[in-house]
DNA sequence: GCAAAAGTGTTCGGGCTACACCCATGG
DNA sequence: CCATGGGTGTAGCCCGAACACTTTTGC
């Protein structure tokens, strides 16, 4: 049988500012090779699997820093048009300042998700600037006593791979659930941040708009204020601050 | 490279009364074979491996109904003794009642974990009536901006190896987790049921006493009361529930 | 009557939401 | 001076925890 390992890579860049004078909005991005798919590493029988995973993250991009966690072993054939049976993905958070180098086929993508009303349905348009790939996703929900199945298929073609798109679904919903559980908002930015750029990674990550002033609070045992002040915007400047690490939550 | 798939199964069984007239206790269980490892599935190349996993489930234990959702897939040889390399684990709750044949092999072993006070390590005992099979698990947390990383280590000899140690113990941070975000507490239990029987899933699944005025409450919007009474107990009897299938939570 | 379990109601506090309001900045 | 972002305070609401209390049953 073949094995397979692979990465669902996110990370958090800044556009363009729509006007000079206020905040760089961020964008979640993914990471995808030339031919639309996601990197991958093959799993050594000598090496933990984690560490053949890790290895070839900082092989890539030539760095230590960044998140790790296994998402899902995907064994389903017909996902694949290759000879690959058995596919275990692991997902990456990694901040681009913190990438010394990189493949020259790998670009990161803009994700935007559209059709929000109709849960059951989304459309998903990843942009690199050059290319845009657009495809559907249906969730079909199957609910009874003994389980609840979430089942997700691709409609009609797209340029990407079903496996693809459903490795980006299952990840960002992965995201969704960290981010409320664990201190993984933190691996997308520098070590110091204002609250604005941590609100920004919630708000890309939840897809939802939060009030500042409770979002203030409801993060102020996770972080530590630092004496540096900086100028994000041409208004008040905010004091940087960094992760608190004596911060305990009942991690999952 | 050599693939496994196996299955941590979880069930939950009567104890023996304390008083004829009280209500009878429920155990956690957990199903191992007669070398104490884990029931184990071939994946086969031409079928999807949750089907592969659900099929080895029908064939063992005759019958459809359970509940089973891929749990972790382990890959660090350090575990081995085998020739296996690469590990994928499905979780599976079953309800005892359901269960129309087994392997001879097989048993359910009650699950009891001490030394609470002490989170970083846990004392555990299986026990199957004829047989105590016990271990320590050391957690070692490791924090930082980056991650949050849990590391559990089997101290010391145990008839049990680290793997099928770590993979009870993961099964039972995976069910807390469920229990609280899905409805895989009624997969323990008969279609119709007490509440205080739902409470005591609950309460084996999450190791606390709960306050059944409050747990009623929680509950309410999950269940739905049916028109039949049953003695549980040598006191009131209670009504019989069943599972509300119009419930809709944002399962995960 | 009593102990145990089934079931209802009330109070309290913490956390989240909404929002008013202040300060700081530069165009 | 005003738009925007940084930052504080407060009032309301919901949910969970604690607990008092009633009802039902068999011994």
């Given at each position: 049988m073949k094995i397979k390992g692979n990465f669902i890579i996110f990370s958090a860049d800044n556009e363009e500012r729509?006007?000079?004078r206020r905040l760089k909005e961020k964008k979640l991005q993914v990471v995808l090779d030339k031919n639309n798919s996601l990197p991958t590493f093959d799993i050594s029988n000598k090496e933990y699997i984690k560490k053949s995973a890790e290895n070839q993250i900082e092989l890539l991009?030539?760095?230590?820093?960044f998140y790790i966690e296994q998402l899902y072993t995907w064994g389903?054939?017909?996902?694949?048009?290759?000879?690959?049976e058995l596919t275990v993905t692991y997902l990456v958070i990694i901040?681009?300042?913190?990438?010394?180098n990189m493949p020259d086929s790998f670009t990161f993508y803009d994700i935007n998700i559209e059709?929000?009303?109709?849960?059951?349905q989304q459309d998903v348009i990843l942009n690199n600037g050059e290319k845009k790939i657009q495809y559907k996703i249906d969730t079909i929900i199957k609910r009874n006593r003994e389980n609840v199945e979430y089942t997700n298929k691709l409609v009609g073609k797209s340029e990407i791979s079903e496996l693809t798109a459903i490795i980006i679904h299952t990840g960002i919903k992965r995201l969704r659930n960290r981010i409320e559980n664990t201190?993984?908002?933190?691996?997308?930015?520098?070590k110091e941040f204002a609250i604005s750029e941590l609100q920004q990674i919630y708000e890309i990550i939840l897809d939802k708009k939060l009030v500042a002033a409770n979002f203030r609070k409801k993060i102020d045992p996770m972080i530590k204020k630092t004496d540096k002040v900086v100028k994000e915007s041409a208004y008040r400047p905010s004091s940087r601050y960094t992760f608190n690490d004596e911060f305990i939550r009942n991690w999952v």
């Open positions: 729509k006007d000079v991009f030539k760095t230590n820093k389903d054939p017909e996902y694949y048009t290759s000879n690959t901040n681009k300042k913190n990438i010394k059709n929000k009303e109709k849960a059951n201190n993984i908002a933190f691996s997308f930015l520098d």
